[in-house]
């Protein structure tokens, strides 16, 4: 499985989790990232 499959996964797996019936998308990814850790990431690594 490479790093592109196991982001792709990720973002599936947490739209799940949080309701949404979809992959989160990028943007939506890094929001979480962000609020929850205090931390940022570059959308470009997502």
């Given at each position: 499985m490479t790093l592109a499959e196991k982001i792709r996964y990720l973002r599936e797996v947490e739209?799940?989790?949080r309701?949404?019936?979809r992959p989160m998308?990028?943007?939506e990814l890094v929001q979480?990232?962000?609020?929850e850790l205090?931390?940022?990431i570059s959308?470009?690594?997502v």
């Open positions: 739209g799940s989790l309701g949404l019936d998308t990028q943007v979480g990232i962000r609020s205090g931390k940022s959308q470009s690594y």
